[in-house]
């Protein structure tokens, strides 16, 4: 059964699904922090934060000494300083942070709102910690209290966030244009869009890191398809999935239970579970994080590299036999018919 989240967050490794702005939040000045997933929940190392505040909100420089962090931006302007570099980020971009980076934020819209995950660390506990809980979704007009730095000083140990001096800035903060991952673990910047590129089908999947540039703990990418039929049923013995929807609808089936999600939702797929999806909405794009990152040869091996971050107008052929030839290579437990090709639009609409 998939545990349907308001407020407290799981304590053990199970299947479970947030609603938008259904998590544990924490008030933090006038930034909210609405914990979709914690090392708890998960059983794992993955954490992930939904964070939205006003213009000139921010977070002091600090690094993680074990853990690495991915932001994707969702609403408006976030300026992110990586190693005395700054970058403005706007809706669609991803920042990557390897531990041991020392980096800070700051939000340049009245509205911005963006997905925090860190992977191999304990840092979301970190929000109870110097916020209060808060039982609205938007953030106020006005500040209780200004952040309070002197909370960081008194975190346990476990946390792994700590304050950090920063570091000599390089001059204005310059908008991310581009970008490409680099074959080793390094801090970089990818506009939105870009990306590896992949196509399958009627689905372009967009990978934001790869097995070289995580360290092989993780896998972020995003994938864009029309509306279509769901993909066949299955399972993996190592990976954990999550799903975030961006934009559209979609429906995920796990472990036999229907999920529909919209922007902004959550669900948590450990390995071992049963699931599928489906594209509802004409224009469909939803994030994922995987755990580890060797998945990522699932996507490469389905898929043909593709020069655009759009899905083609007419479906590419799609190549699961590929998948099949190699199964053996792939963390992947098929549990029904393997996928055929992508629904012509005619077959979806009847």
């Not at 980096?103 to 819209?109: C, N, V």
Request: proline share 7%; aromatic share 10%.
């Amino acid at each position: 059964m998939v545990l349907q989240v308001v407020g407290k967050l799981p304590n053990e490794k199970k299947s479970y699904f947030v609603k938008n702005g259904e998590g544990e939040r924490y008030l933090f000045g006038t930034q909210v922090a609405s914990i979709c997933a914690t090392t708890d929940s998960t059983g794992d190392k993955m954490e992930i934060v939904q964070l939205s505040g006003g213009k000139g909100d921010y977070f002091p420089a600090h690094v993680h000494e074990n853990a690495h962090e991915g932001i994707v931006v969702l609403d408006g302007r976030l300026e992110v300083e990586l190693n005395g570099q700054v970058h403005l980020l706007t809706a669609g971009d991803y920042v990557h942070i390897p531990a041991g980076t020392v980096h800070a934020y700051w939000m340049q819209s009245h509205r911005t709102r963006f997905w925090s995950f860190t992977i191999n660390g304990n840092a979301a506990k970190l929000y109870s910690l110097i916020g209060e809980p808060y039982d609205k979704f938007e953030r106020p007009p006005v500040a209780k209290a200004p952040l309070d730095l002197d909370r960081f000083t008194e975190l346990p140990s476990d946390i792994d966030t700590k304050l950090a001096d920063r570091m000599q800035s390089n001059g204005l903060p310059q908008l991310v244009k581009g970008g490409t991952i680099p074959d080793e673990v390094q801090p970089y910047v990818l506009e939105s869009g870009e990306g590896v590129h992949l196509l399958s089908g009627d689905t372009v999947h967009s990978l934001l890191t790869t097995k070289a540039a995580a360290d092989g703990q993780f896998l972020a990418l995003v994938s864009e398809g029309p509306k279509g039929l769901p993909i066949g049923e299955h399972a993996h013995k190592f990976t954990n999935e999550t799903f975030m929807c961006l934009h559209g609808q979609m429906t995920l089936w796990v472990d036999g239970e229907e999920l529909h999600l919209l922007p902004g939702d959550f669900a948590y797929v450990p390995a071992g579970v049963p699931h599928r999806f489906r594209c509802d909405a004409h224009y469909t794009k939803f994030l994922g994080v995987l755990t580890p990152g060797s998945f990522e040869d699932f996507f490469r091996i389905l898929g043909d590299p593709y020069e655009y971050p759009i899905f083609p107008s007419e479906s590419a052929p799609y190549r699961f036999d590929r998948v099949i030839k190699r199964i053996a290579e792939l963390d992947l437990i098929l549990l029904g018919k393997p996928p055929g090709p992508p629904a012509k639009a005619e077959e979806v609409n009847s």
